[in-house]
């Protein structure tokens, strides 16, 4: 699958906590980022892992509540997130990054899962 596939997205109350999933055949070839859009809103870059899990950049907007990780084993990057809120919800997207995590320089990207946090 040369495209990435996300996963686990859904409906979550504000302080709770979702898991996001990111597949695809060779990710272990490739730093991963994630991305987001939400309506109105402008793509904002939240998120980036080495190929080796050595390196993880956040965004300020999620530092502290989201963690990245990896299993390349599994050929999957997983998304954490904590103390969701509602400024959280968007359709949440993992990406290729060319760059290394330098420049949100993204190769291919999924379709993207639904975050939506609300009471």
């Known amino acids: 699958q040369v495209q990435p596939v996300e996963s686990g997205g859904g409906l979550v109350q504000p302080g709770g906590s979702l898991t996001l999933s990111c597949t695809f055949l060779?990710?272990?070839?490739?730093?991963i980022a994630w991305f987001r859009q939400a309506p109105g809103k402008a793509r904002d870059d939240i998120a980036c892992?080495?190929?080796?899990?050595?390196?993880?950049g956040y965004s300020e907007s999620v530092k502290g509540r989201f963690t990245l990780s990896r299993d390349n084993a599994k050929n999957t990057v997983y998304l954490q997130m904590n103390n969701l809120k509602p400024e959280d919800t968007a359709v949440y997207h993992c990406?290729?990054?060319?760059?290394?995590?330098?420049?949100?320089?993204?190769?291919?990207w999924g379709p993207g899962t639904q975050v939506t946090v609300s009471s």
């Open positions: 892992i080495s190929r080796t899990g050595d390196n993880v």
């Open positions: 990406a290729t990054d060319l760059s290394r995590c330098k420049r949100a320089e993204f190769g291919s």
């Open positions: 060779e990710l272990d070839y490739y730093a």
